[in-house]
T-cell receptor, first 110, second 116 residues
Framework: DAKTTQPPSMDCAEGRAANLPCNHS???????VYWYRQIHSQGPQYIIH???NNETNEMASLIITEDRKSSTLILPHATLRDTAVYYC???????????FGTGTRLTIIP | DAGVTQSPTHLIKTRGQQVTLRCSPK?????VSWYQQALGQGPQFIFQ???????QRGNFPDRFSGHQYPNYSSELNVNALLLGDSALYLC???????????????FGAGTRLSVL
């Protein structure tokens, strides 16, 4: 599984876009990039995933660089409920083992 | 449609005891994975069950064992508890046989185990 690197913490003002970076320079060609988040004392929550193309769903957008060595998760209009630890994970389909790092602690400031 | 449910929510045990944690997967899912999350750390993969067999295992001792039933529910058993086993234990379910679901795991709220 690809090793991912994320900043330990970030702040974002409420209502602004939160951009969370992730480096995954060792990712292989058929590894997906998954993003999960964990709100305090809850189980991790799936946000979005992608392979090569940029992806968008009702929660967020995922921008993957052309060389696939890094990606950015974008929460377009952050709310206080988005305060959580965000994990970027590389993984193969069918492997299913998720290797979590320490993630980015995102704090949304009123 | 219920999501992943885990029981109990909290548990207190003493060193040397044995514990069983339970997990019911999301409807339509056939695979259950277990993770251990120590305070301040990300979840660590313990093992995964599919078709009632252990499919993958992380770096955990044999004291950690599991089971999956025909209805896809699962149990995590830990024997000879140590103080270091105190953690949040998370269950995640997914559907291995449906490529459209692309390895998306859905997590339960976890069981917080305290070993005294």
């Amino acid at each position: 599984d690809a090793k991912t690197t994320q900043p330990p913490s970030m702040d974002c003002a409420e209502g602004r876009a939160a951009n969370l970076p992730c480096n995954h320079s060792t990712i292989s060609g058929n590894e997906y990039v998954y993003w999960y988040r964990q709100i305090h004392s809850q189980g991790p929550q799936y946000i979005i995933h992608g392979l090569k193309n940029n992806e968008t769903n009702e929660m967020a957008s995922l921008i993957i660089t052309e060389d696939r060595k890094s990606s950015t998760l974008i929460l377009p209009h952050a709310t206080l409920r988005d305060t959580a630890v965000y994990y970027c994970i590389g993984g193969y389909f069918g492997n299913e083992k998720l290797t979590f790092g320490t993630g980015t602690r995102l704090t949304i400031i009123p | 449609d219920a999501g992943v449910t885990q029981s109990p929510t909290h548990l207190i045990k003493t060193r040397g005891q044995q514990v069983t944690l339970r997990c019911s997967p999301k409807s339509g899912h056939d695979t259950v994975s277990w993770y251990q999350q120590a305070l301040g750390q990300g979840p660590q993969f313990i093992f995964q069950y599919y078709e009632e067999e252990e499919r993958q295992r992380g770096n955990f001792p044999d004291r950690f064992s599991g089971h999956q039933y025909p209805n896809y529910s699962s149990e995590l058993n830990v024997n000879a508890l140590l103080l270091g086993d105190s953690a949040l234990y998370l269950c995640a379910s997914s559907c291995l046989t449906d490529r459209a679901q692309e390895n998306i795991q859905y997590f339960g709220a976890g069981t917080r185990l305290s070993v005294l």
